[in-house]
């Protein structure tokens, strides 16, 4: 049984850049979430995608923007590179609905480096 | 609001019982975790509690909930030197949308 997976594991862009991670959930999963960990910090919320939407969106500028496909799997995209975005990306994959079934599962991330 | 606290640092010696603690502010939360997080890796889920349950037990890990006072705490037994890594605990908010994490805790286990 396939855990989440991500790609690529590291990536190094300048400024102004754009960028696309790619993330295949836990089998059996039907949402993708996706989370911005800067160094030394706990990660933080950028959105999650259901049913090829946008479930919900944390306090992320409209530069992050993300699509889910219809086999679930899910892109991040992010426009206009900052020095600031340079993080781990995470993705985590869950099962809508309620309770213990939105418990979220994590893939291994994607290093971004931005200079 | 949303904020989820954490001590930054811990170390034990190998064989002691390690104990993590966080607080919480979404009193609506129906599910608490804890996560492990080793150096350049992802988050691996350790263990959860429901929100109506004030113990759980697995293996060498123990979560205690106190609801009233929103502070969770895990305990791993005979604290082993693999066990050294950065551990988060998260509480869900608004039904499943997100997890929202603490700054996390680095456990140093010394031989």
């Known amino acids: 049984d396939a855990g989440v997976t991500q790609s690529p594991t590291h990536l190094i862009k300048t400024r102004g850049q754009q960028v696309t991670l790619r993330c295949s959930p836990k089998?059996?999963?039907?949402?993708v979430s996706w989370y911005q960990q800067a160094l030394g910090q706990g990660p933080q919320f950028i959105f999650q995608y259901y049913e090829e939407e946008e479930r919900q969106r944390g306090n992320f500028p409209d530069r992050f923007s993300g699509h889910q496909f219809p086999n679930y799997s899910s892109e991040l995209n992010v426009n206009a590179l900052l020095l600031g975005d340079s993080a781990l990306y995470l993705c985590?994959?869950?099962?809508f609905g309620r309770g213990l079934q939105e418990t979220q599962y994590f893939g291994p991330g994607t290093r971004l480096l931005v200079l | 609001g949303e904020d989820v606290e954490q001590s930054l640092f811990l170390s034990v010696r190998e064989g002691d019982s390690s104990v993590i603690n966080c607080t919480y502010t979404d009193s609506s939360s129906t599910y608490l975790y804890w996560y492990k997080q080793e150096p350049g890796a992802g988050l691996q889920l350790l263990t959860y509690?429901?929100?109506?349950?004030d113990m759980k037990q697995d293996q060498r890990l123990t979560v205690l909930l106190n609801k009233k006072d929103k502070h969770l705490s895990l305990r791993i037994a005979d604290t082993q030197t693999g066990d050294s890594a950065i551990y988060f605990c998260?509480?869900?908010?608004?039904?499943?949308?997100?997890?929202?994490f603490g700054q996390g805790t680095e456990l140093s286990v010394k031989p």
């Open positions: 985590a994959s869950s099962l």
């Open positions: 089998s059996g999963h039907d949402t």
């Open positions: 998260a509480e869900i908010y608004n039904q499943g949308g997100k997890l929202i």
């Open positions: 509690i429901f929100s109506n349950m």
